[in-house]
């Protein structure tokens, strides 16, 4: 298995502004991923972390607003980009093991004002 | 996209053995059934991955039938601390991109 951490565990943004979310893997993984999740809905994800290449992104979301950087194997960002109140959410990273079973990081915690 | 359907709850009691059953009625033949927990606050965690018949290991059983229309995950004698959320995914195994698509998620409460 894989340990992730993300940093920070939690913001409070003003709008308009732009926070990057770092997540940092423990060991080499094949993919990373990157969800939101509503308090007390599932999870959604927002895009595939490519390293070495552009991230592949779910509809709905665009790399203008959530640019997503992962120079190496182990390391990605996530930034959410000119913040607006309704980007307030829980963002989590994942990396998927040897069975494409993925591990999850702990979450950033957003919320703006 | 193979969708998910699973309950949005369900109870039950200390020492009982619960089984949540997901329905995936358009699932692929590449796909795999994968099941996660998530408690508040944290991020969800695997708990255990088929592809058909029975797969058990320490903690949990999935059990998926002939034609891998449903999947039922099994937990024996539950405690207070797997009171949790649920969530059956549904997914490509191969590197070529997963679709993941996580459902509704069933949310266990264990009572004592």
């Known amino acids: 298995s894989a340990v992730i951490s993300q940093k920070p565990s939690r913001d409070i943004c003003q709008r308009g502004t732009s926070l990057t979310i770092q997540c940092q893997v423990d060991?080499?993984?094949?993919?990373m991923f990157w969800y939101r999740q509503q308090p007390g809905q599932s999870l959604t994800l927002i895009a595939t972390a490519n390293q070495g290449s552009e991230a592949t992104y779910e509809s709905g979301f665009v790399i203008d607003k959530f640019p997503i950087s992962r120079p190496n194997l182990t390391f990605s960002t996530l930034t959410v980009s000119n913040m607006s109140p309704e980007d307030s959410s829980i963002y989590l990273c994942?990396?998927?093991?040897?069975?494409?079973?993925?591990?999850f990081g702990p979450g950033t915690r957003l919320t703006v004002l | 996209l193979a969708k998910t359907t699973q309950p949005i709850s369900m109870d039950s009691y200390e020492g009982q053995e619960v089984n949540i059953t997901c329905s995936h009625n358009n699932i692929a033949t590449n796909d795999y059934i994968t099941w996660y927990q998530q408690f508040p606050s944290q991020g969800p965690r695997f708990i255990i991955q088929g592809y058909k018949t029975k797969v058990k290991n320490e903690v949990a059983s999935l059990f998926i039938p002939a034609d891998r229309k449903s999947s039922t995950l099994s937990l024996p004698r539950v405690s207070l601390s797997d009171t949790a959320v649920y969530y059956c995914?549904?997914?490509?195994?191969?590197?070529?991109?997963?679709?993941?698509?996580f459902g509704g998620g069933t949310r266990l409460m264990v009572k004592p």
């Open positions: 995914l549904v997914g490509r195994r191969d590197n070529a991109g997963n679709m993941l698509t």
């Open positions: 994942s990396g998927s093991g040897s069975y494409n079973e993925q591990f």
């Open positions: 060991s080499q993984v094949t993919m």
